[in-house]
């Protein structure tokens, strides 16, 4: 009877691919009951991002504004998709704003869902949590990263 070759060792990833656990050590924990007691998104969580423990152990996060819900459903992301129950919750650039300073930011990151069904597409609740931020922290900057606030994708026709 033939024996088959070995099979080779499988090739480890490289030590910068590795997800690493939360550490008891690092800010994660902090970060995490502070976001989750304003009742703030994250697209560190919503998204699912693999490197949420080693953003949030260094006290940090990417605030998620205009609620959990993105009127779009694009195949790549894994933000919930679907029609809001609620409007946009008008205390949220005061709790996003609360919480940076909480953290101590410097530099806040902002992003949101995609609302089709809000007239502006979510401009001005944007608006409010820049001026939020900016009241709280004067001296921090603030990167947003918006979506198109062109409301529904038209399918083109076919002819």
């Known amino acids: 009877m033939e024996t088959s ?3 080779a060792e499988r090739p480890r990833r490289p030590e910068w691919m590795k997800v690493r656990a939360p ?3 690092s800010s994660y924990f902090d970060v995490q009951k502070l976001i989750h007691g304003l009742s703030l998104n994250t697209i560190c969580e919503e998204a699912k991002c693999p490197n949420i423990s080693e953003c949030w152990g260094r006290g940090t996060a990417t605030f998620q504004i205009l609620g959990d819900t993105c009127t779009r459903a694009c195949r790549y992301c894994y933000v919930n998709s679907g029609r809001p129950d609620t409007p946009p ?3 949220e650039p005061l709790r996003v704003a609360q919480a940076a300073a909480q ?3 410097k530099h806040v990151v902002v992003t949101s869902v ?3 069904d809000v007239a502006d597409r979510g ?3 944007y608006a409010a949590t820049i001026r939020a931020i900016k009241a709280k922290l ?3 900057t603030v990167e947003v990263l918006t979506p198109d606030f062109l409301g529904v994708e ?3 026709s076919r002819r």
Do not use: I, Q, T
């Open 114 to 116: 995609d609302r089709d």
């Open 138 to 140: 004067p001296a921090a």
């Open 123 to 125: 401009a001005a609740h």
């Open 23 to 25: 550490s008891k050590d």
């Open 103 to 105: 953290m101590e930011l």
């Open 89 to 91: 919750d008008a205390l």
């Open 5 to 7: 070759l070995p099979v």
């Open 154 to 156: 038209k399918r083109r």
